[in-house]
């Protein structure tokens, strides 16, 4: 019922700065919350950062003062600005969106930090 799609990865250097965006569309007005995950190979999904419908924000300690979420909700979007990123921080990026209890995904978009 809810629909993501990522947009944005590439390829940047260590110390670099990217943002990626995650558009959302079909029962949007449901969506409680908006999150960003992140899956390197061989590891485990993780949160990195989410963003309530109230504005609050949610981070994971690794991206604490490199990473800001945010929404423009006339576009029905959510982004994440990534600054100082390191080679941990490559992964793919995945779009997550909450609808009470129901959590919805989009396909992903690759990031890579080069050293």
């Known amino acids: 019922q809810v629909q993501l799609v990522e947009s944005g990865g590439g390829l940047v250097q260590a110390g670099g700065s990217l943002r990626v965006s995650c558009e959302a569309s079909?029962?949007?007005?449901?969506?409680?919350?908006m999150g960003w995950y992140r899956q390197a190979p061989g590891k485990q999904r993780e949160l990195v950062a989410l963003?309530?419908?109230?504005?609050?924000?949610t981070y994971r300690d690794s991206v604490k003062g490199r990473f800001t979420i945010s929404r423009d909700n006339a576009k029905n979007t959510v982004y994440l600005q990534m600054n100082s990123l390191k080679s941990d921080d490559t992964a793919v990026y995945y779009c997550?969106?909450?609808?009470?209890?129901?959590?919805?995904w989009g396909q992903g978009t690759q990031v890579t930090v080069s050293s």
């Open positions: 997550n969106a909450w609808v009470h209890t129901t959590g919805y």
């Open positions: 079909g029962n949007i007005f449901s969506i409680n919350a």
């Open positions: 963003i309530t419908n109230g504005g609050q924000t």
